[in-house]
């Protein structure tokens, strides 16, 4: 790292520890589709007799909220008033995820509650062997979702909903899962005028679905997704696939996370910018996209620049692979704690 990003580094941290400890209610517009993440864990110590298969015994079951309403947790965390419009099933999975917002103190209201839908639910089976390995490891993911397109009157009310928000918003925040509550008529007409009322947009797409995130202030990707459309686009390397990406879709940045490998930052007109991780340990990585969406609204919606909000979305990162659990959601004082642990560790590499 260059000695003027490690100084533009230090001063960024010391802006972020204070954006922490004095962040106000502002409030976060957000839309997207929503999942519950169910998680079994247990001793896999033997192998199905018909089948070479390990037989779970199953111990103890999590569950949790995700997608977009881990956004809606993360936000309420850092103390920001979340604007959340989504819809669920009728079924007990969709009755969860209500109930864990509520507890968040989260308002649900904008929640719809769609007949005859299932709610997605992503189930993670997670075995180690007893009394031989202290870490669990995932065995097996099953998806159980709706079979049939969501209703374009539900998707069209929500935008509409979120449109109604948005202009006592200070940052608007889209997470397409493409499951149907974001229609990319609905993204644009939200972004459209998230730019005229100038708060911030982010996005966080699926790579089939990038012409809903046109315009966006910022959009993430995994590293493997940028990687993925480089080659599509056969260009040199990555740098150039951002370069031209952000040209064709009018973005201002690209947020790039790689894990252990840290996170990437290319901005218009200006050069990448790498930043390293600086976990510890890297435990698990379910949520990352969450809490950086979260970060970068909170960061961006209090008037901070894309570097600074990448530098609290890496830092949020950090926090979601040090996790035992993605249960385990991203708050201030966490962030904080890890914030000051950064700044700490830059003022030593000086000495």
Not at 275 to 285: I, K, N, T, Y
Request: proline share 3%.
């Amino acid at each position: 790292m260059s000695d003027d990003l490690m100084l533009n580094r230090d001063e960024s941290l010391a802006r972020l520890i204070e954006l922490i400890k004095s962040m106000e209610s502002s409030k976060v517009t957000l839309i997207g589709d929503t999942m519950l993440d169910r998680f079994h864990h247990g001793f896999a110590n033997n192998l199905n007799s018909t089948a070479p298969v390990p037989v779970l015994k199953i111990t103890r079951t999590e569950e949790s909220p995700g997608a977009s309403a881990h956004i809606a947790i993360g936000l309420s965390s850092f103390g920001m008033d979340v604007s959340f419009h989504t819809c669920v099933g009728d079924d007990d999975e969709g009755e969860e995820v209500i109930k864990e917002l509520s507890r968040y103190g989260i308002e649900t209201a904008n929640i719809i509650t769609v007949p005859d839908w299932e709610t997605l639910t992503k189930i993670r089976f997670y075995g180690s062997r007893e009394s031989l390995l202290d870490r669990d490891q995932i065995l097996l993911q099953a998806d159980r979702g709706p079979n049939a397109n969501l209703d374009e009157n539900v998707s069209e009310l929500l935008t509409n909903t979120a449109f109604g928000e948005l202009k006592e918003s200070c940052a608007l925040v889209i997470s397409d899962y493409d499951k149907g509550v974001v229609t990319r008529e609905g993204a644009q007409s939200l972004i459209t005028l998230a730019k005229e009322i100038g708060i911030p947009s982010i996005v966080d797409p699926k790579l089939t679905g990038l012409e809903k995130s046109k315009g966006a202030t910022i959009v993430i990707f995994e590293k493997r997704g940028l990687s993925l459309l480089a080659r599509r686009m056969d260009t040199e390397d990555e740098d150039e696939a951002a370069r031209i990406l952000i040209d064709d879709y009018s973005w201002q940045g690209i947020l790039v996370l790689g894990g252990i490998n840290g996170v990437h930052l290319f901005q218009r007109d200006s050069e990448s910018v790498h930043f390293p991780c600086m976990a510890p340990l890297a435990e698990q990585q379910i949520g990352m996209h969450d809490a950086a969406a979260a970060s970068l609204a909170a960061a961006l919606g209090s008037g901070l620049s894309l570097f600074d909000a990448a530098i609290l979305a890496s830092a949020a990162c950090e926090c979601v692979l040090s996790a035992s659990t993605s249960q385990e959601y991203i708050d201030r004082a966490t962030l904080g704690l890890w914030l000051d642990e950064l700044s700490w560790q830059m003022r030593i590499s000086d000495r």
